[in-house]
Nanobody, 120 residues
Framework: QVQLVESGGGLVQPGGSLRLSCAAS????????LSWLRQSPGKGLGWISE????????YYTASVKGRFTISRDDAKSMLYLEMSSLKPEDTAVYHC?????????????WGQGTQVTVST
């Protein structure tokens, strides 16, 4: 079955960087678009970035554009999110998901998440 397992979260100071990873299995990784979602304290789950098949195109929500970079390694079935210039408002649980901004909630597969806390 579909499995998505995130890792790499932690506590980081404002202005710092983190790299999140997502190990995927149970489907043909190279054939699907993938997204990163996040859930901030007291808020719902929201889309922040997507990467299309073959790394052809990437998209970001405005609040992370220029600071976050999504990438994928189809040979390893891995999805990544490089985060830099982190802000306290980036504090959230980060999830990888099947699908794009338009489809992730319809597809319905995302991982358990990894906690990112940006604080002094």
């Amino acid at each position: 079955q579909v499995q998505l397992v995130e890792s790499g979260g932690g506590l980081v100071q404002p202005g710092g960087s983190l790299r999140l990873s997502c190990a995927a299995s149970g489907f043909t990784f190279s054939n699907v678009a993938l997204s990163w979602l996040r859930q901030s304290p007291g808020k719902g789950l929201g889309w922040i970035s997507e990467i299309l098949t073959g790394s052809a195109s990437t998209y970001y929500t405005a609040s992370v554009k220029g600071r976050f970079t999504i990438s994928r390694d189809d040979a390893k079935s891995m999805l990544y999110l490089e985060m830099s210039s982190l802000k306290p408002e980036d504090t959230a649980v980060y999830h990888c998901a099947l699908g794009s901004e338009a489809t992730w909630s319809l597809v319905g597969y995302w991982g358990q998440g990894t906690q990112v806390t940006v604080s002094t």
